[in-house]
C-alpha cells in the first residue's frame, strides 16, 4: 500500500484548498455492518469521497455481494466478514487485514443490532447479546484500530453510531438504549484518551430511519404514524441522509472535533 498523506491536513504550513477538506483520497476506510442499511449507504459515501473501503457483515454472502455492488460503481473495496460480538473474530479480522497489508485510517463502528422485550419479561441473555455485540464489539475494534493508528502515527478518525435512546428513553428497548447511551459515554473517553495521538472520535445519532432493522415498525401503521407525527421533519430518514455526517466525522473538515454525537433525526430530539 501507497503511504497516504497525514490525516492533518489543514495548517498554516500546509494550507490548503476548503474544497479539499472532504477529500477522503489515500485514506482506507473499515465500515462495521456495511452489507446493506445505514452501514453500505455509510460505505458508498466515503467509497465516492475517495476512500478504499472494508465492507463487513456476519454473512459472507452478504459481504461478497456489497463488494460486487461497490466494485461495479468502480470503487475501491475490500470485504471482510466477521462478528462484532466476538473478540476471538475481531482480532483475526484484524491479523488478515494487517496480512492484506490494509491499514484503517477511519474506523465506522455502525454494526448493531435490536432486541424488543419489556423490561420486565427480559432475560439477561438477550441483554447481553446486544450489549456484546452494540457496546463492546465497539470498543474492541476501536481497540484494535486505534493501536495500529497510535503506532504508525499518522492519526486517524473513530466514528461511533449512537441513536435517538443515546439521549431519550424509549419503551421495550432497555438494551439498546443502554448501550447507545454507553457509546456517547466512550466515545467521549476515546477522544479524551487517543486525542494526543492525532485521532479524533465522534459519533453520529440517527433518527427513526429506514432500513431492515426497522421493518417492523414502518409496517405498523400506528408506529408509522407516530413516527411521522412526532417528528418536526414529518418523516423517516432515508439512509443516504447520514453520508454527509460520516463524510465529515471521517475527513480533516473535523480535526478539530472530537467526543461529539452529532444527531441525524429530522429535528426530533430538539423538540423534547
Ligand atoms: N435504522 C435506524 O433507524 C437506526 C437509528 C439509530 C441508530 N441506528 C444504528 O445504526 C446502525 C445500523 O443500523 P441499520 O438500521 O442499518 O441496521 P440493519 O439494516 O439491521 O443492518 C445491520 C448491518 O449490520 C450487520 N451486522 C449485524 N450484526 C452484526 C455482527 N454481529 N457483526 C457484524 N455485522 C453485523 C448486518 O450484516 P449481516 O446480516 O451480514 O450480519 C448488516 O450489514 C446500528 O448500530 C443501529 O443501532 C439505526
Redesign the pocket.
Given at each position: 500500500m501507497g503511504c497516504p498523506p497525514p490525516l492533518l491536513l489543514v495548517s498554516m504550513a500546509n494550507p490548503m484548498s476548503f474544497k479539499q477538506l472532504f477529500d477522503l483520497s489515500g485514506r482506507t476506510a473499515l465500515i462495521?455492518?456495511?452489507?446493506?442499511?445505514?452501514?453500505?449507504s455509510y460505505a458508498e459515501g466515503l467509497a465516492e469521497a475517495g476512500a478504499h473501503v472494508i465492507v463487513?457483515?456476519?454473512?459472507a454472502e452478504?459481504?461478497a455481494e456489497?463488494v460486487s455492488k461497490l466494485t461495479a460503481k468502480g470503487h475501491k473495496v475490500s470485504g471482510q466478514?466477521?462478528?462484532?460480538?466476538?473478540e476471538a473474530s475481531i482480532v483475526e479480522a484484524f491479523a488478515a487485514l494487517d496480512a492484506q497489508g490494509l491499514e484503517i485510517d477511519i474506523l465506522i463502528?455502525?454494526?448493531?443490532?435490536?432486541f424488543r422485550k419489556p423490561m420486565v419479561d427480559l432475560g439477561v441473555e438477550d441483554w447481553q447479546k446486544v450489549l456484546d455485540?452494540?457496546l463492546t464489539?465497539s470498543f474492541v475494534i476501536a481497540r484494535e484500530a486505534a493501536k495500529r493508528m497510535i503506532a504508525r502515527g499518522r492519526g486517524g478518525k473513530i466514528v461511533n453510531?449512537?441513536?435517538?435512546?443515546s439521549a431519550a428513553g424509549r419503551a421495550t428497548v432497555a438494551p439498546?438504549t443502554a448501550s447507545?447511551g454507553a457509546i456517547t459515554a466512550i466515545t467521549r473517553t476515546m477522544a479524551v484518551e487517543w486525542a494526543p495521538h492525532n485521532i479524533q472520535s465522534n459519533a453520529i445519532?440517527?433518527?427513526?430511519?429506514?432500513?431492515?432493522?426497522?421493518q417492523a415498525l414502518i409496517d405498523n401503521k400506528e408506529f408509522d404514524a407516530w413516527v411521522r407525527a412526532s417528528n418536526p421533519s414529518g418523516r423517516?430518514?432515508k439512509?443516504e441522509e447520514l453520508v454527509g455526517a460520516a463524510i465529515f466525522l471521517s475527513s480533516s473538515a473535523s480535526d478539530y472535533i472530537n467526543g461529539q454525537t452529532l444527531y441525524v433525526d429530522g429535528g426530533w430530539l430538539a423538540q423534547l
Open positions: 462495521t455492518g456495511s452489507t446493506r442499511g445505514l452501514g453500505f463487513n457483515g456476519t454473512r452478504g459481504v456489497a466478514h466477521f462478528d462484532v460480538g466476538s463502528n455502525n454494526a448493531g443490532i435490536q455485540v452494540n464489539g453510531i449512537a441513536s435517538l435512546t439498546y447507545k445519532g440517527p433518527g427513526y430511519i429506514l432500513t431492515d432493522m426497522n423517516w430518514g439512509p
